[in-house]
């Protein structure tokens, strides 16, 4: 008998053993906090609440070391009937859990990013600067394989979406970039590369979230895109995702009334889900919404109806819904009553079941603790992580020949934050060390005030060459980027300076638009420790630098900018 044969035999078995309550809850997938706690913590019972009382198909998971996930995996996984899916936001890699907002009252809410121990990766803008289809399907497959070893089996990956807005809040550096031919060879490989290592992809944010002005954790964008417009810009990436054989598509919540005249977001739109993503892309597989809780869906609806409109519109599995028991209790009634058919629910749950047999929860579903330090982290992972980060560095001015910096220059490194951040900067700081004079480290964020932008300032006078990091990355909830007025004094007071000065705009390249032209213009598109090291070696000459910026900045660069420099063999200092 084929493996396909057998899988269709466990999922059809399996799903004639289910009572209605118990499909029902394969249609939802619960937000999980994986950090270590006890049994009888509130974390641990809730968990065992969503299997136990709700029959969760799956769990997204917000957060956690290496080892939390895989021991909170097994442990969960003992406590289902049914094998359950085990899901995260890893667009960075394991490293990079990116949580959802948690109803009150329902356990602790976690910080924005959580840092979970894999391979770090730049991000998916940064992949697309490096022009190279190999880096982005190692970068699928080796997040594949490091979260399969811990018991991941699904991702929230890769942004399908074409960033040509440049005052998108919420897409940004998220996508592989601005041209839609661009991105779609970028998502075709990273699905290469999941799927090689057995893992379950997500493309998002259909029908494409790339030309929006606001961000759908805050309110619902209203787009005016008619099918032409998507033909030929947003499902160019679905397309090739889907033809790779992706398994998942997320759906946007934005409202589209050129394509639905009834105002409503895709996540709840027949016309988008069933006609476009199901008929006019020959979609089959599981389609997830994005997330419930946000604004985009919870200011227009209440979390019963909105579930239950998401499964008619055609989504297969409901993610962390804003009140989960009235969503589910509003599923199983819509199920009960007959609005929503016995058919029409067998076909979502086939669809869950599949998804699980493919990914081998069949057969097993526990991992072995012993295998991740073997699996994940290792050295070769770090190492092509590493030289992506390195391709990603462009350099779109360098006026005067600034680079490579001199060996016995004296450095003054300030980083520009919207949010405090004790850390930033050590990593750039720490490669300059071993290669110039000396070094100095100030930080400003938005909360710091006059006093020290003028104590910065004055103690510039010691220094040969003043670096600037600027550091703005999007996230959930956050709205618009930018910095305060005392930030912005200091910004354009750098111009007026009789040194030479590096700009370099870690996360989000758009602020070079607003900030002052300086000799040296740099963007890794990334703003972790890993693209800080990059930068630096850049900065010294010990790397190659052949970025080429995949948007455009509007008045400043354009797409496909970038100055190659060859590598300075230089001893350290």
């Keep these: 008998m084929s493996t396909r044969a057998q899988n269709s035999g466990w999922v059809e078995s399996t799903l004639s053993s289910l009572s209605i309550e118990e499909k029902v809850g394969q249609l939802f997938i619960a937000d999980l906090i994986a950090v270590y706690s006890h049994k009888e913590s509130p974390n641990a019972r809730l968990a065992r609440e969503f299997v136990h009382t709700y029959h969760v198909g799956g769990f997204v998971i917000a957060g956690g070391t290496v080892a939390d996930i895989a021991l909170t995996t097994n442990a969960l996984q003992r406590e289902s009937k049914i094998p359950l899916l085990f899901n ?12 959802y907002r948690r109803p009150r009252g329902r356990a602790p809410e976690l910080p924005r990013f959580v840092h979970g121990g894999g391979t770090p990766f730049p991000s998916q803008m940064a992949i697309g600067a490096t022009g190279s289809p190999r880096f982005a399907y190692e970068f699928g497959r080796i997040t594949a394989r490091e979260s399969r070893a ?31 031919a661009l991105v779609a060879t970028m998502v075709e490989a990273y699905v290469r590369g999941l799927q090689d290592s057995r893992m379950i992809g997500t493309l998002k944010h259909f029908p494409g979230h790339g030309d929006t002005e606001e961000d759908t954790h805050m309110k619902l964008p209203i787009l005016p895109f008619d099918l032409k417009r998507l ?68 200011d227009h609806f209440r979390a019963g109806d909105a579930a239950v409109r998401a499964i008619e519109a055609g989504a297969d599995a409901i993610l962390v819904p804003s009140d989960f028991d009235e969503a589910y209790h509003g599923v199983l009634s819509a199920v009960k009553s007959g609005r929503i058919s016995t ?6 749950v086939r669809r869950i079941l599949a998804a699980k047999a493919w990914v081998g929860l069949d057969k097993t579903r526990f991992v072995r603790t012993e295998n991740i ?15 992506i980060f390195s391709a990603s560095v462009t350099v779109l001015r360098n006026r005067n020949k600034v680079l490579p910096l001199s060996k016995n220059s004296r450095v003054h490194i300030v980083t520009v ?71 912005q004094e200091f910004l354009s007071r750098i111009q007026r300076m009789r040194k030479p000065v590096v700009t370099i705009a870690f996360g989000d ?55 190659e420099l060859k590598a300075a063999r230089r001893p350290n200092k």
Excluded: C
Aim: no cysteine; glycine share 12%; hydrophobic share 40%.
């Design 150 to 180: 811990v018991g991941i089996h699904w991702t929230n990956s890769p942004v399908a979406d074409v960033n040509n807005n440049p005052n998108n809040p919420i897409i940004n550096t998220r996508s592989f970039g601005e041209d839609p």
């Design 88 to 99: 995260g936001d890893l667009e960075g890699g394991l490293w990079f859990f990116h949580p």
């Design 231 to 298: 033909e030929s810009t947003e499902f160019v990436p679905f397309r090739a995702g889907i033809e790779a054989g992706v398994k998942a598509v997320m759906t946007a919540h934005i409202a589209l009334p050129k394509i639905d005249s009834v105002k409503r977001p895709a996540t709840l739109s027949p016309m988008i889900i069933t006609t476009l993503l199901r008929g006019r892309l020959k979609f089959g597989g599981i389609v997830i919404t994005d997330g419930m809780t946000m604004q985009g869906i919870t």
């Design 417 to 487: 934050t919207d949010e405090p951040n004790t850390e930033i900067g050590e990593g750039l700081a720490g490669v300059l060390e071993s290669h110039v004079g000396s070094v100095t480290l100030s930080r400003l964020s938005n909360e710091s005030g006059s006093e020290a932008v003028q104590r910065i300032a004055k103690s510039f006078g010691r220094s040969d060459i003043v670096v600037v990091g600027v550091y703005l990355s999007v996230g959930s909830w956050k709205g618009r980027l930018g910095f305060s007025k005392q930030v």
């Design 509 to 563: 390249p758009y602020i070079l638009a607003k900030v002052p032209m300086t000799d040296v213009i740099i963007t890794p598109y990334t703003g972790n420790r890993k693209a800080e090291e990059a930068v630096g070696r850049a900065l010294v000459g010990a790397t190659e630098v052949r970025g080429k910026l995949p948007v455009t900045i509007p008045g400043t660069f354009k797409r496909g900018d970038g100055i």
């Design 343 to 348: 058919e029409r629910m067998n076909e979502s």
């Design 373 to 387: 330090s073997s699996e994940v982290a290792s050295p070769e992972s770090e190492a092509i992580a590493d030289s």
